[in-house]
């Protein structure tokens, strides 16, 4: 990575940034926010004003935009899932600003004032339609009173109020105070919500103590403006549902019809000018002078002779290009790894922990691995690898062209299908035991018998735990020593001798040395008294370098190695959780199928796919996760801090577009 400064002249700035958005091969920072000392000599650097006009534009066509995509039908469910819809790419020339402009004024006044109006008459629509609703469902209450309901209000003599209420006695009590007051009502609802639909009829005299009522215990229908029975108000309004139905329906045609000749031109120009917003708001992340502007950056070392290049070329040798080589502290640059395309899937696994540091050991292709190995060997069942291999494979060539996300995990998928399938194999675990079980017709028997190199396959992790266990902390040594390998690395590319003396190196004689005493005392290796007096210095050894980094706590680095290294005893673990509920569930989908007779069969086969269906689930998340424990707790924990910051250039990224290429003699 180097750091780049660029002095531009003023007349040349436009050209240059254009150019630099054009190749992406910088990424400018913002001088006010990342070096505002430069500040004090230099003056801000301020937007261009054609940015507040394409910011204009952009809202426009996003509010068409809106509108059209929510009236476009789109397919849906499964069809949809299976069948994604990429976007209309449209070819156009590269134009000038105002080219542009013109061009959108055009498009806009077309169609702007047609699609405005008729979304807004849709708004009307459907207001008008929700308060038609909402009139139906309080005459509903009173259609079986012989009313008008233009008399529900005050008038000269006489007051009349209707409306719902839950407290039917307390209003019949409080009305019973008032002569000359009459109360209809009718039950709505069940026992446990029972409510009344109440029309009380009283003397004007009474109004006061009525309308009290009605505030306190009645919720009151609203029928202003509104005259006739109820019953054929409802039909009248139902009817202007059915027309108002009418007239939404050839609106929203009308608007299909926009968006189908439309939409692709909206998404396309729109696109344009955000790319030319862009440019226009980033010069205020640069500094000026009266007649320069200073643009500050990062660029990769590789491109730094090309990027010169086509600047000075585009500016006609008006620019002054410095590229510096930064450090770590204060500059702080970004992060920028390249990744094997196959490996990919596995960068975006270490990003959800944090991205590198800039100069720090990129672990992605390592953890990758581990991470897959880890996972085939918890969940650890060929039957399952085959079905997680086979959706991965659907996956990467029905989905991969829409998705590039999909495309690298369904890439990482047929690893993690592959080595589930193989440990599976080596283990005796297809589907549990369905092989033996099912097809066999003996439970007992292995899937199949062979000795390779005096070793005898399949080994079986439910009858030999201890096999596997011992497999388990082998995998998890190499894999933290690994770890303590790339530490010493780190740590001697930041030229940290007494650390890689002491706090690295000091685990490589306690590991040998350790390993050597258990060896001797707890599993009876035989060893002559001159390798003790060895692996007891190499102890003493470790220690003394651990305690000249750590002081006396550093026993507790110990203890802490020590449970990083049990803790891979969970490869084990889960893998005996997916073999044994996976057994379990063919014993009972056995027996179940035995006792049904007739369709016995059809039951036990429901049953298998559906238990092994959840026993994959759940046994691939609780892999996935723990086997990216161990990645992140275990192994970071020797080398790896994170923190850093993604390489972002300033680049050009387009989705409904692409430049016409220019034909050549």
Same mark, same amino acid.
């Given at each position: ?6 002095v ?28 505002p ?6 003056e801000k650097?301020?937007?261009?004003p ?24 789109r ?31 055009g498009?806009?006044g ?32 009173i259609?079986d009173?012989d009313?008008?309901?233009s008399?529900?209000?005050r ?9 719902l209420?839950a ?29 009344w ?19 306190e215990h ?31 329906k ?14 692709d ?19 205020r ?7 320069t ?27 002054i ?6 450090s770590?502290?204060?500059?702080n640059?970004?992060?920028y ?7 990919e899937?596995?960068?975006?696994l ?10 720090e ?10 991470f897959?190995?880890f996972f ?13 291999l ?6 990467y060539l029905?989905?991969g062209?829409?998705?590039d ?9 047929l ?5 589930t ?25 292995p899937l199949?018998?062979l000795?390779?190199?005096?070793v ?11 096999? =596997?266990l011992?497999? $388990?902390?082998?995998? %998890? @040594?190499?894999? #933290?020593?690994? !770890? /303590? ?9 930041a ?36 390798i003790?007096?060895?692996?007891a210095s190499?102890?003493?050894?470790g ?8 002081g006396?706590?550093g ?5 802490g ?11 084990l ?19 179940i199928?035995g006792?049904i007779p007739?369709?016995?069969?059809a039951?036990?086969?429901?049953l298998? =796919?559906?238990?092994? $269906?959840?026993?994959? %689930? @759940?046994?691939? #998340?609780?892999? !996935? /996760?723990?086997?990216?424990?161990l ?5 970071f ?9 993604d ?14 290429e220019?034909?050549?003699?």
């Amino acid at each position: 990575m180097k750091k780049a400064s660029l002095v531009v002249h003023q007349n040349y700035l436009e050209d240059v940034i254009k150019k630099l958005h054009e190749t992406g091969m910088m990424e400018i920072i913002n001088i006010s926010r990342d070096e505002p000392k430069v500040l004090e000599e230099l003056e801000k650097g301020s937007m261009h004003p054609d940015a507040e006009t394409c910011t204009l534009y952009e809202i426009r066509l996003s509010r068409l935009i809106d509108i059209l995509k929510k009236i476009t039908p789109r397919r849906g469910g499964i069809k949809a899932f299976l069948h994604p819809e990429l976007p209309n790419v449209k070819t156009i020339e590269d134009c000038t600003l105002d080219e542009i402009f013109s061009y959108a004024e055009g498009t806009l006044g077309e169609i702007e004032k047609q699609i405005i109006e008729k979304e807004e008459k849709l708004i009307k629509l459907n207001e008008e339609k929700e308060n038609i609703l909402d009139k139906i469902n309080q005459l509903d209450y009173i259609k079986d009173f012989d009313i008008d309901v233009s008399d529900i209000r005050r008038s000269e003599y006489v007051v009349i109020r209707a409306g719902l209420t839950a407290d039917l006695e307390v209003v019949k009590e409080k009305l019973q105070k008032n002569d000359k007051t009459a109360l209809l009502s009718k039950q709505f609802g069940t026992k446990k919500k029972i409510q009344w639909a109440v029309i009380i009829i009283s003397h004007i005299s009474h109004v006061e103590n009525i309308e009290k009522i009605c505030r306190e215990h009645v919720s009151e229908f609203d029928f202003q403006d509104m005259s006739g029975r109820p019953k054929e108000l409802i039909s009248s309004l139902k009817q202007r549902l059915k027309d108002i139905e009418t007239e939404k329906k050839k609106i929203i045609n009308g608007l299909r019809v926009y968006s189908k000749n439309q939409l692709d031109d909206l998404l396309a120009l729109r696109e344009e000018i955000q790319l030319e917003r862009v440019r226009k708001e980033i010069s205020r992340s640069f500094g000026k002078t009266s007649s320069t502007y200073i643009i500050k950056g990062w660029v990769l070392e590789k491109d730094e002779k090309l990027l010169n290049e086509e600047i000075n070329r585009v500016s006609r040798d008006h620019v002054i290009c410095n590229f510096e080589t930064p450090s770590a502290n204060p500059d702080n640059p970004p992060t920028y790894f390249k990744t094997p395309k196959w490996a990919e899937g596995f960068k975006d696994l270490l990003y959800m922990f944090a991205p590198p540091r800039y100069n720090e050991i990129n672990p992605t292709v390592i953890m990758g691995f581990f991470f897959i190995l880890f996972f085939g060997v918890m969940l650890g069942d060929a039957g399952y690898g085959l079905v997680i291999l086979f959706l991965s494979i659907f996956g990467y060539l029905k989905f991969g062209k829409y998705s590039d996300m999909l495309r690298k995990w369904s890439f990482m998928g047929l690893w993690m299908g592959v080595v589930t399938t193989i440990v599976g194999l080596l283990t005796s675990s297809f589907f549990g035991d369905f092989i033996p079980r099912f097809i066999y017709g003996n439970p007992e028997a292995p899937l199949y018998s062979l000795d390779v190199f005096g070793v005898h396959l399949p080994a079986n992790s439910i009858k030999d735990p201890i096999s =596997i266990l011992v497999m $388990a902390l082998i995998f %998890g @040594l190499i894999q #933290l020593n690994v !770890g /303590i390998v790339l530490g010493i690395i780190k740590s001697l590319k930041a030229k940290k001798y007494k650390e890689v003396l002491t706090a690295r190196s000091c685990w490589i004689p306690l590991q040998i040395g350790g390993g050597m005493l258990i060896g001797y005392f707890i599993l009876d290796f035989q060893f002559s008294n001159t390798i003790l007096i060895i692996a007891a210095s190499m102890v003493v050894i470790g220690i003394i370098q651990l305690f000249i980094s750590a002081g006396p706590i550093g026993f507790f680095d110990i203890t802490g190695y020590v449970g990083d290294w049990l803790s891979y005893a969970r490869l084990l673990a889960l893998g005996l959780a997916t073999a044994g509920m996976a057994l379990a569930f063919n014993v009972v989908a056995q027996l179940i199928g035995g006792m049904i007779p007739f369709i016995g069969i059809a039951v036990m086969i429901i049953l298998l =796919i559906l238990a092994h $269906a959840v026993n994959l %689930g @759940l046994q691939a #998340l609780g892999a !996935g /996760i723990h086997s990216l424990r161990l990645q992140y707790v275990e192994f970071f924990n020797r080398f790896y801090e994170g923190g850093g910051k993604d390489f972002s250039p300033f680049k050009i990224k387009r989705k409904y577009t692409k430049i016409k290429e220019e034909k050549t003699d």
